[in-house]
């Protein structure tokens, strides 16, 4: 089975909100976490990582945060537009090859 | 820098014929590759990898393998299709050594019917 899930399936934003998409993983032992974002009939792209010895990191317009005590990742992505409809996906480390995917998040933006 | 490619990127196959996807890396060398599949609606199930030429591992049993030919060059195959094996299939690599970030081809669908 999954190491690694998501809270829910879907997410409807309306422009301009903030989006925050959640995951939790039951390896505790993993070291490194990366959303990526996945547009239709294409492969997924990175959007943003994170090391286990950070609890927050920001790109641009994304923010990841990490709550090791609870293996709790979130995504926050701030004034969601309508390019950020996809599927969202996290993933971890949970050895030095190979990276478990979650089921991943539609998340929908309405105008 | 660093492409991947591969190909084909539609495919139509019936029950019980062979199956051959290819990828190839460019613009590094001695890279970690990844075959995942993902059913429709679904998240990325890792098939096989690979952290050197000829070294392949599996990660489900199935009717499908995996070949490393080249450096840069993985291969997924089937001899004989199962109706089950229709889905999307993604080439991925890394950069050799250990984890890091999956950098993901454009996809292959197969339908197999």
């Known amino acids: 089975g999954e190491s690694v899930g998501l809270h829910l399936p879907t997410l409807s934003v309306q422009e301009g909100d903030n989006s925050i998409i959640n995951c939790a993983y039951s390896n505790s032992a993993s070291d490194y976490f990366i959303w990526y974002k996945q547009e239709s009939g294409k492969g997924p792209q990175f959007i943003i990582d994170?090391?286990?010895?950070?609890d927050k990191r920001q790109g641009q317009r994304v923010t990841v945060l990490l709550n090791k005590t609870v293996k709790h990742l979130s995504l926050q992505i701030a004034a969601t537009q309508p390019g950020d409809s996809a599927v969202y996906f996290c993933a971890e480390n949970d050895n030095d090859y190979k990276l478990s995917f979650g089921a991943g998040t539609t998340v929908t933006v309405r105008a | 820098s660093q492409t991947i490619h591969q190909w084909p990127a539609t495919l139509v196959q019936p029950v019980g014929s062979p199956l051959s996807l290819e990828c190839t890396v460019e613009g590094t060398s001695n890279p970690n590759l990844y075959w995942y599949r993902q059913a429709a609606g679904r998240g990325l199930q890792l098939l096989f990898y690979?952290?050197?030429?000829?070294?392949i591992s599996s990660e489900v049993p199935q009717n499908l393998s995996a070949s490393r030919p080249q450096d840069r060059q993985f291969i997924l195959s089937s001899k004989k299709l199962l109706l089950s094996d229709s889905g999307f299939y993604l080439c991925?690599?890394?950069?050799?050594?250990?984890?890091?970030?999956?950098?993901f081809g454009e996809g292959s669908r197969l339908t197999v019917l």
């Open positions: 994170i090391r286990s010895n950070m």
């Open positions: 991925a690599w890394s950069r050799g050594g250990s984890t890091g970030e999956l950098f």
């Open positions: 690979s952290v050197g030429i000829g070294q």
